[in-house]
């Protein structure tokens, strides 16, 4: 499975964009790139997922590089509500989450 | 609401039991997924299904167990439970297997053995 790697935690102010980093140079061509969150220790939500072409949906934006090693998940004005653990997902056969990003939003 | 539909909420019980967790997947979804999540510990995912088969496995243990019913139910059986197996355990499904669709998670039953 192409292993991801996220910083464990980020801040960002209320209202500003946060832009979440994922790394997967070991992502191979037919493999697709999800994004879910956990807030608290609720179920984990689906935000995102693509697999070349930048996404755009309701609640973000999935921006990946053209030689497909990394993306960045985009939330364009965050909230409170936003805080939670946000992981980048390579999916193969398996949908196998990693550690992380703890997303903390302050007013 | 997910559509995912997991009993119990909660559960106690003792060491060396055994429990069977229930999920029932949202309406028309095929797919079914378990995770194990233990306090501040990430996803670690259990087994998929798929229709009533078994699609993908993980780090399963032996004394845990799953099944897809005919009516596309699941149950997740663990056995012998020890102290370290109290943890939330979470199912997804979709409606095929990602990566044509996302997975939809419910609220998830915590274990507490005692």
């Known amino acids: 499975d192409a292993k991801t790697t996220q910083p464990p935690s980020m801040d960002c102010a209320e209202g500003r964009a946060a832009n979440l980093p994922c790394n997967h140079s070991t992502i191979s061509g037919n493999e697709y790139v999800y994004w879910y969150r956990q807030i608290h220790s609720q179920g984990p939500q689906y935000i995102i997922h693509g697999l070349k072409n930048n996404e755009t949906n309701e609640m973000a934006s999935l921006i990946i590089t053209e030689d497909r090693k990394s993306s960045t998940l985009i939330l364009p004005h965050a909230t409170l509500r936003d805080t939670a653990v946000y992981y980048c997902i390579v999916y193969t056969d398996k949908l196998i989450f990693g550690t992380g990003t703890r997303l903390q939003v302050f007013p | 609401d997910s559509g995912v539909t997991q009993t119990p909420k909660h559960l106690i019980t003792a060491t060396g039991q055994r429990v069977t967790l229930r999920c029932s997947p949202r309406?028309?979804?095929?797919?079914v997924y378990w995770y194990q999540q233990s306090l501040d510990q990430g996803l670690q995912f259990l087994i998929q299904?798929?229709?009533?088969?078994?699609?993908a496995k993980g780090n399963i243990l032996e004394r845990f167990s799953a099944q897809q019913f005919p009516d596309l139910h699941s149950e997740l059986n663990l056995s012998s439970l020890e102290l370290g197996d109290s943890a939330l355990y979470f199912c997804?499904?979709?409606?095929?297997?990602?990566?044509?669709?996302?997975?939809?998670f419910g609220q998830g039953t915590r274990l507490t053995v005692v």
């Open positions: 299904y798929y229709n009533g088969e078994e699609r």
């Open positions: 997804a499904s979709s409606e095929w297997t990602v990566p044509s669709t996302e997975a939809f």
């Open positions: 309406s028309g979804d095929l797919s």
